[in-house]
């Protein structure tokens, strides 16, 4: 490629990978640039998105933060999610948190 070709290329490369919201990797920039009639590879645009240093953001795996097997007593809800009350002080709430 030509000096003002690979800057123009540059371009349209960091153009959808910021429309993208920095997560399209070159699959999908490669498939973009083809649906504005830009015609190139997939392994071009890696290969150009190395040289300028462009790295798509990887997806966080998913993780359970929720024990439902834990052994701590739950007490019933006597509230009743009802937390406005006429009277101030009637209500007082408490949360407790212990670590084993």
């Keep these: 490629m030509k000096k003002q070709t690979e800057s123009n290329f540059e371009d349209l490369i960091r153009y959808e990978f910021q429309r993208s919201r920095c997560t399209y990797g070159s699959p999908r920039i ?19 998105m190395s040289k300028f240093g462009i790295v798509a953001r990887r997806k966080r795996k998913y993780k359970i933060t929720t024990d439902l097997n834990h052994g701590y007593v739950i007490l019933p809800n006597i509230l009743n999610s009802q937390f406005d009350q006429e009277v101030p002080g009637k209500i007082w709430l408490v949360t407790s948190h212990t670590s084993v």
């Design 30 to 48: 490669a498939q973009k640039l083809n649906e504005i009639r830009y015609v190139c590879s997939k392994s071009t645009v890696a290969r150009y």
